[in-house]
Each structure stands twice: as structure tokens, then as C-alpha cells.
């Protein structure tokens, strides 16, 4: 079913807006429990939440957007919200017309695609514009613009830094693919990369969504799984090369992994 499109101020409660040449920033106060169905919105959109919080459902899947989240939505950018127990205060700054494109790439690019993130530094001026909004004077317009220019630039920032820190990861996985069956330890893996091994941890988990060690285990146990598909090769043996302790330890993380024994696996049952 298509997604709608509707202002970003839909089912609020109240909000202010100042536009500024062709950009519209905006302090919105969502009620408790509002729902928004799969919805877009007509304009290229960032979301800083200033307070409260709503679980978005977006390309990626749910997420729970609390505060110091920020939200990229990318023109025709489907997504649905669900607002948690109380009041839930975000100010959007939407690209409204052409004179986005007159910015450094750098900060246009952060509408480029879906992003969630966490950041006190856009949180803090957020917390700025929203009092300008809120509590407009002669120079507002002025304030409003400048401070959401900073704002997009720290995303900018963000990005950039992710970007590289990514670089690390891809690294890390080069290593692990390459010697997935040899005991690494996160020091070995870690120099490889060039970073701190803590660094490293933080990092992979933040853009794997697991540990490297239990991807490491991943791997072993689907490169196992081919082997017992497409070869005669004893398990013991395929244990061994694999890197497990012996046939016992790849039987327990097999069946924990796959929920069946390797010799099912190989029957097919």
C-alpha cells in the first residue's frame, strides 16, 4: 500500500515555524499515544527530538527514537510512528526549495539517505531552536537560520566520521573473513586495524549489531554447514579445520547456531 504524503505537522498539538529563503524549520508538540499510519513527507526532512520519544518504522525496521535522537527522512521516504506515554517535543528543519543546492555537499548529502543517531551536539541546538521558535523576536529568523545550519553541519560531521570509522570495520571483517578457523584475539585483530582494541569493539558492534566473536563463530559454522553439503569430509576433521576445540565443541555451537547436529545437517533431516 503506498505511503500518503502528509505535512510533518500532522496530528500535533501545537507547533511554531519560521521559513528562511527556502528552508522551513519548525518546534512540533506531538500528543501521548498518537499513532501515524505509513505515511511520507513532501520535503527532504531532519527530525531532532528535543524531548519524549516514538518507536519509527522505517526502511530498516522499528527503532525507538528518544531524545537526542535525530531522524534524516529523504523526500518520499515512507515511514510510520508510533509516540510513547507523554509529550514529545522534535524540531524539523525540511529543505523547501532551491537554495539547498547552493550548500557545500557536504552538508546536502545529509539528506541524501535515512539515518538515525544519537548526538548531544544536535540536541543542544535543538534545545536553542526550539526557544527560538517558541519565543520569537525581531531577530528569530536570523537565530533560526544559523543555528540549523550548524546543526546540519554536525550531522555533515557525523557522517564523515562514520564513514571512517566504517573503514576500520571493513577492515576487521577482512581479517576475520580471511582467517575466520585461526584463534584471534581482539589485541591480534585490533593492530591489524590500527585502532584500541576497545575502540574497535565499540565500533564493530555499533555497525555489525554483534560482537567478533560471535561473528568469527558465524562464519565457521556456515562455512562448516558448505562443507558438510558438498563434501564427505569427516566431521571430526572438518572441526579441526574450522578452528573448534574438537567434534564436541562443533556439535554444541552447531546445534545452538542451526538447531539440528552436523550429521542431521549432512543427512538433510
Not at 564513514?163 to 591489524?192: K, Q, T, W
Not at 564427505?232 to 574450522?242: F, H, N, R
Request: aromatic residues 6%; glycine residues 6%; hydrophobic residues 45%.
Amino acid at each position: 500500500m503506498p505511503a500518503s504524503a502528509v505535512p510533518i505537522t500532522t496530528g500535533a498539538c501545537d507547533s511554531a515555524q519560521v521559513d528562511v529563503d527556502d528552508w522551513a524549520v519548525s518546534a512540533i508538540t506531538f500528543p501521548p499515544g498518537l499513532v501515524l499510519a505509513r505515511h511520507e513527507h513532501p520535503h527532504a526532512t531532519v527530525a531532532l527530538v528535543v524531548r519524549g520519544g516514538f518507536a519509527g518504522d522505517y526502511h530498516s525496521g522499528e527503532h525507538e527514537c528518544d531524545e537526542a535522537t535525530s531522524i534524516v527522512e529523504p523526500q518520499g521516504s515512507p515511514h510510520a510512528n508510533r509516540f510513547g506515554s507523554r509529550p514529545t517535543r522534535v524540531v524539523t528543519i525540511s529543505a523547501t526549495g532551491e537554495s539547498a543546492r547552493t550548500l557545500p555537499k557536504a552538508v546536502r548529502s545529509v539528506f541524501a539517505r535515512p539515518a538515525l543517531r544519537h548526538s548531544v551536539a544536535t540536541h543542544a541546538l535543538a534545545g536553542r531552536l526550539d526557544r527560538e521558535l517558541r519565543q520569537p523576536d525581531a531577530m528569530t529568523a536570523l537565530a533560526v537560520e544559523g543555528l540549523a545550519l550548524e546543526a546540519l553541519a554536525a550531522l555533515a560531521r557525523d557522517r564523515i566520521a562514520e564513514r571512517g570509522e566504517r573503514a576500520y570495520v571493513d577492515v576487521a571483517l577482512a581479517v576475520i573473513h580471511d582467517r575466520f578457523a585461526d584463534r584471534l584475539s581482539m589485541a591480534a585483530i585490533a593492530a591489524d586495524v590500527g585502532v584500541h582494541p576497545v575502540h574497535l569493539a565499540r565500533l564493530f558492534r555499533a555497525s555489525m549489531h554483534t560482537t567478533l566473536g560471535a561473528y568469527q563463530r558465524r562464519l565457521r559454522i556456515e562455512w562448516v554447514a558448505r562443507q558438510l553439503r558438498t563434501t564427505s569430509v569427516p566431521i571430526a576433521t572438518l572441526a579441526d579445520q574450522a578452528g573448534f576445540t574438537d567434534q564436541s565443541h562443533l556439535g554444541r555451537v552447531f546445534r545452538e547456531t542451526t538447531g539440528t547436529t552436523p550429521a542431521a545437517y549432512r543427512r538433510g533431516t
